[in-house]
């Protein structure tokens, strides 16, 4: 099975917000399946094996009877994660990158910072990441080579419902 789907109607009997196919290099389907807020929050509260009821339920209404051919099952409340406090994906707070942003990737000296926080676009993503680092090794690269680094200037993107 794989496939991709929103759900904009959640609810703690349909508790999957998002889906992405998340299918192997080999061939192995698997999906990835997002809740958050309330709804996280009142599966958090539930056995495993009642969550992963729920989950499938949504899937099942998502792709049909096949999503219940579940063959194994994986699960990560962030929520209990020390390190992301509750989130997969870092948020700054509304105007932060606009007062603020220049400085999170902004060389001191010979030490250059690179890591998804720091990227300007698809910040908090693996995406975001990877440019950041490819930005901060062509800083470096440059400052080594004694050229003038194109200095770090963040944009600021809005993304906008299609």
Not at 4 to 9: F, G, L, P
Not at 56 to 82: I, R, Y
Not at 145 to 153: F, T
Request: with cysteine; charged share 15%.
């Amino acid at each position: 099975l794989s496939g991709e789907a929103i759900n904009v109607a959640r609810s703690v009997n349909h508790p999957v917000f998002n889906v992405y196919d998340a299918t192997l290099h080999t061939g192995a389907a698997a999906l990835v399946c997002l809740s958050s807020g309330k709804v996280a929050t009142a599966l958090g509260k539930m056995n495993a094996r009642d969550r992963q009821e729920k989950v499938v339920a949504s899937l099942v209404t998502f792709f049909g009877e096949q999503a219940k051919n579940v063959t194994n099952f994986c699960e990560k409340d962030w929520s209990q994660d020390p390190w992301s406090r509750g989130c997969p994906v870092n948020v700054f707070p509304a105007g932060y990158f606009a007062s603020h942003g220049e400085l999170l990737g902004r060389a001191v000296g010979n030490i250059h910072f690179a890591g998804t926080e720091s990227a300007t676009q698809f910040c908090g993503y693996m995406e975001g990441a990877v440019r950041s680092g490819r930005r901060a090794a062509i800083e470096a690269s440059d400052g080594m080579m004694g050229a003038a680094s194109v200095p770090y200037a963040p944009r600021i993107t809005t993304h906008r419902p299609v």
